[in-house]
């Protein structure tokens, strides 16, 4: 198997396949910069347009675009507060307090060599362990996907800050919101109130763009002469390569946040957003100085944005060896193999070894790509927004949402929805509740309320099947350890600072 992978190196490295890349990945960068669109949406556009071309200039377009697109959604994440993509809302913790202190040229460098970073290890990961590591997702049923959703929830208690009433109150809103819509095992309406728009539940894109957008866009307007005349020397930018040296302490971050989000990957269902969140989750908890994080820790944007490139690859090894898109964006690429008339599955390996090697050469090729286009490209090009007049970025940013939250489904109603979700957000921030919550109780609340519900109609209504296996107990272990360890941690500290005292 592994000699069709060298064998399939030469096809790879043709000029229209290898540019394809390039394009891909620009492409993939600006649609990732501006809110309201994704890497789902770019390549769902993308593929009735790919009927005519070869194989491998499709799939190295796909490629190029989720590689690119999953680093760009840092850009606005760092320089605006306003996640370009889902993805990128752990970005927002650190990197934007990074560029309000001037250094939002380095969060941006060490967001595109963390990218890059993470998806090489991921397009390693794609390349050497799709067949074995295909068969670890067959351990995961319903009840051991419950409990990783709920071990993601409870990671929650990292992400409180000072109020832990608060950021639980901004949790369930977001479990709250995210049973709007269509019951999934019955196919009843819940909450909807009427509206036909709600069936298919809230779209994430449409709550991050209201949560995090729309107040950071208020507070531009609200102050324009505060914030007018922010140059790009004021960002700290710098050629990469000097910047390099700096990073060089975050390997044990790359490696830890790199297995998370393979791991995440793999995991049917889970996506970006929860292994950037875990990874940063646990990347705080290891650091010598936490209680700086959140206020501009470079290895806080370096662990979010490793993690969730680690995702791309590694989501179509379950993908492309058992046809269970890990994500939406594997998903799409599963219609975009179809289209060309190749079958996701183990005969794929068989059938089509030059064609299955070759897209994860792109992959590989694109991650190496981001450092050498995004650095350039988004450094010295997007950091320039900040020299823009702040009501005019401002109006800028307003019509960009509106656009690209129309076009999510072609209807005003999403727009009301996201100017509504804008005004929670704007509240919240006002009265200081964290908005990460809200998002982490959203993607995490319907994935854990469904894998339950079939969980216990597969153990005829019997609780026990919840702790029914070796994978779900050291999960449910893992669980109790991420809620108690920090209150005994605070416990044993306690005596100790008195006996210094």
């Excluded at 779900?472 to 005596?495: C, D, E, H, Y």
Aim: glycine share 12%; hydrophobic share 55%; net charge neutral.
């Amino acid at each position: 198997m592994y000699s069709d992978l060298l064998h399939a190196l030469p096809e790879v490295f043709g000029l229209t396949n290898f540019f394809a890349v390039i394009i891909g990945v620009v492409a993939g960068i600006v649609v990732g910069a501006m809110p309201g669109l994704s890497a789902t949406m770019a390549i769902s556009v993308l593929v009735p347009f790919t009927f005519g071309l070869e194989p491998l200039v499709a799939l190295g377009l796909m490629a190029g675009i989720y590689n690119g697109a999953m680093y760009g959604g840092a850009i606005p994440a760092v320089l605006l507060r306003i996640p370009g993509t889902p993805a990128a809302v752990a970005t927002t913790f650190d990197g934007y307090p990074m560029a309000q202190k001037g250094q939002g040229g380095f969060a941006l460098q060490v967001a595109v060599v963390s990218s890059s970073i993470g998806g090489i290890a991921s397009a390693f990961a794609l390349m050497l362990l799709a067949p074995p590591l295909s068969k670890v997702t067959l351990l995961f049923g319903p009840s051991e996907v419950f409990w990783v959703a709920v071990f993601g929830l409870a990671s929650i208690i990292f992400l409180l800050g000072g109020n832990p009433i608060k950021g639980l109150i901004s949790a369930c809103f977001g479990v709250f919101v995210s049973v709007i819509g269509s019951d999934p095992i019955y196919g009843n309406d819940r909450f909807t109130f009427g509206q036909l728009e709600l069936l298919d539940g809230i779209n994430m894109v449409i709550l991050l763009v209201g949560l995090y957008a729309l107040p950071p866009v208020i507070d531009l307007l609200e102050t324009p002469l505060k914030t007018d005349g922010i140059g790009k020397s004021q960002l700290g930018t710098e050629p990469i390569w000097k910047t390099l040296p700096r990073m060089k302490h975050f390997w044990k971050t790359w490696l830890r946040s790199s297995f998370i989000g393979i791991w995440i990957g793999i995991l049917p269902g889970a996506g970006g957003s929860m292994a950037a969140f875990m990874s940063y989750n646990e990347a705080r908890r290891a650091s010598k100085n936490p209680e700086a994080w959140g206020e501009g820790e470079p290895e806080g944007v370096a662990a979010a944005e490793t993690a969730n490139n680690a995702d791309t690859a590694s989501a179509l090894i379950p993908a492309l060896t058992l046809g269970i898109p890990g994500t939406a964006v594997a998903a799409v690429m599963l219609g975009g193999l179809l289209v060309h008339g190749l079958q996701p599955g183990p005969m794929l390996f068989r059938d089509n070894p030059d064609i299955v090697f070759g897209f994860m050469w792109q992959f590989l090729f694109g991650a190496i790509l981001l450092v050498l286009l995004g650095g350039s490209l988004a450094t010295n090009s997007f950091a320039r927004l900040l020299n823009l007049p702040r009501p005019l970025l401002g109006s800028i940013i307003i019509v960009l949402m509106l656009i690209g939250v129309y076009s999510i489904h072609g209807r005003m109603f999403d727009v009301y929805m996201m100017l509504g979700f804008g005004a929670v957000g704007w509240v919240m921030d006002k009265l200081k509740f964290p908005l990460p919550p809200v998002v982490l109780g959203l993607i995490l609340g319907g994935f854990a309320e469904e894998n339950l519900r079939l969980a216990l109609r597969i153990g005829r209504g019997d609780w026990m099947v919840l702790f029914s296996n070796v994978t779900s107990l050291v999960i449910v272990a893992l669980t109790v350890a991420v809620i108690v360890g920090p209150i005994l941690k605070k416990k044993f500290a306690r005596p100790k600072t008195q006996d210094a005292t």
